[in-house]
Every structure is written in C-alpha cells, then in structure tokens.
T-cell receptor, first 110, second 118 residues
Framework: DAKTTQPPSMDCAEGRAANLPCNHSTISGNEYVYWYRQIHSQGPQYIIHGLKNNETNEMASLIITEDRKSSTLILPHATLRDTAVYYCIVRVGGYSTLTFGKGTMLLVSP | GAVVSQHPSWVICKSGTSVKIECRSLDFQATTMFWYRQFPKQSLMLMATSNEGSKATYEQGVEKDKFLINHASLTLSTLTVTSAHPEDSSFYIC??????????????FGPGTRLTVT
C-alpha cells in the first residue's frame, strides 16, 4: 500500500468545518483513499472512501485532487464528538488489511 | 450499518494465565477477520488474519503459539493470549470486511478489548 502523510494534529472550533489534508503522492491507479477515525479507547470507525471522484455521505465529504496525489476529508459542521484521531489510508479495494499510520489528532473545541 | 462486537471489553489477569477474547459479526458473515493490537499512544498494528475453517496467518514477529486464533464459525473469531505477561497488556481490536456499494471492501471494527496483565 502507498504511504500517506498527515499533519499530526489540528484544531477546529465547534460548528465550523474541519478540513483534514492527506498527501499520497505515490498512490497507484487501482488504490482507493480510505478514511477512518478512532475516538479515544474505541475501535476505528469507517468514514468514507473514494477512487478519483469526490464522495459525500452522512458523515463527511472526500475531495480528491485530479492527479490523486492528495485528498481532503471535510467534516462540514464539527462537533465535540468529532474529536478523534483521523487516519487516511490508501489501499486496493479488495480483501486486504489496513495499514495505519500515525493519523491526525483533531481536537474540536467549544 | 454492520456491527462487530467484542467480549470482554476489558479484562485484568495475572501473569502466566490465559485470556480469551471473542470477536463476533452480529449481522453479517465474515470468512475473514483481522486482529490488531494497539499500545498506548501508538497506532494499530495488524497481528494476524483469521480465516474461517483454516489456520490463521500471522504477521512477522507475532508468536502464533502465544496468540492462538480460532475462527470456527462465520460469525465468531477468538484470540487467546496464552501465558500472558505484563508486556502483553494492550488494546486488542478485531475487524471484519464487508463489500460496500462500490464493490470495494470496507472494514468494520469491534469496540476493542483492554487487556491488563498484572
């Protein structure tokens, strides 16, 4: 799986949009961009994934650049419960495992 | 959405004893499940892949005789930490893949089991 680079931490005010960047310059053509998050002392939670088109679901939006070398996860209206470590992972869409990096610790403050 | 459960959520055991952790897929069948371990302030590390009806495959450096994995049914995988030592104290998390709408697999994780060995 290709490696990713994320900032170690970010802050966001409650109610504002949280934009979490991820660089994946060595991504292969058949690799997807996945986002997971882990709230303290819980198992990771799937958020969203995409190949090249932008994606949106009830939790977040995923914006992938045209060259696919970077992406941004957007939480449109962050709440205190969104405080977590966010992991950006690139992998093929098959039955493979996930390789977790250090992720971004997002702190949402009142 | 898909739910994966783990039991127990936390356990304290004495050094030298064995501990069994269960991972269940509640509303789907999982021929494969994954076991991860997470030490404090570190990221998740894959320990092994559990395969229903066959032997588990272990990652390099993980002792298969110490971490026994059994996947006897399509909804249950168990991890037994044998002869536990304080250095085995960690957060153990299982996951199972499900095919999503785009015909790619999404991993669903259990809530984790906190093991403390005294």
């Amino acid at each position: 799986d290709a490696k990713t680079t994320q900032p170690p931490s970010m802050d966001c005010a409650e109610g504002r949009a949280a934009n979490l960047p991820c660089n994946h310059s060595t991504i292969s053509g058949n690799e997807y961009v996945y986002w997971y998050r882990q709230i303290h002392s819980q198992g990771p939670q799937y958020i969203i994934h995409g190949l090249k088109n932008n994606e949106t679901n009830e939790m977040a939006s995923l914006i992938i650049t045209e060259d696919r070398k970077s992406s941004t996860l957007i939480l449109p209206h962050a709440t205190l419960r969104d405080t977590a470590v966010y992991y950006c992972i690139v992998r093929v869409g098959g039955y493979s495992t996930l390789t977790f990096g250090k992720g971004t610790m997002l702190l949402v403050s009142p | 959405g898909a739910v994966v459960s783990q039991h127990p959520s936390w356990v304290i055991c004495k050094s030298g004893t064995s501990v069994k952790i269960e991972c269940r897929s509640l509303d789907f069948q999982a021929t494969t499940m994954f076991w991860y371990r997470q030490f404090p302030k570190q990221s998740l590390m894959l320990m092994a892949t559990s395969n229903e009806g066959s032997k588990a495959t272990y990652e390099q450096g993980v002792e298969k005789d110490k971490f026994l994995i059994n996947h006897a049914s399509l909804t249950l995988s168990t991890l037994t930490v044998t002869s536990a030592h304080p250095e085995d104290s960690s957060f153990y998390i299982c996951s199972a893949p499900i095919m999503g709408g785009t015909r790619t697999y999404e991993q669903y994780f259990g809530p984790g089991t906190r093991l403390t060995v005294t």
